[in-house]
């Protein structure tokens, strides 16, 4: 599994928004309500469910 410093949040040759652990695009509102306060996300649909999402998994890394 990738570490925060093998992805990059803001890929910068497209523009793109990706979660921290998996790597899957997710758009700027989907980190601005899931993520925490510094953009970072560290969880999405891809890798976790919605209950962990809404419990606060987008916001802790494990």
Do not use: W
């Not at 793109?16 to 925490?36: A, I, K, P």
């Not at 649909?45 to 419990?55: I, V």
């Amino acid at each position: 599994m990738p570490t925060k410093l093998a992805i990059v949040h803001d890929d910068q040759s497209s523009g793109q928004t990706r979660c921290l652990t998996c790597g899957s695009y997710v758009t700027e509102g989907f980190v601005r309500v899931f993520g925490d306060n510094e953009n970072d996300l560290y969880a999405c649909l891809e890798c976790t469910t919605m209950g962990a999402l809404r419990a606060g998994d987008g916001v802790h890394p494990d």
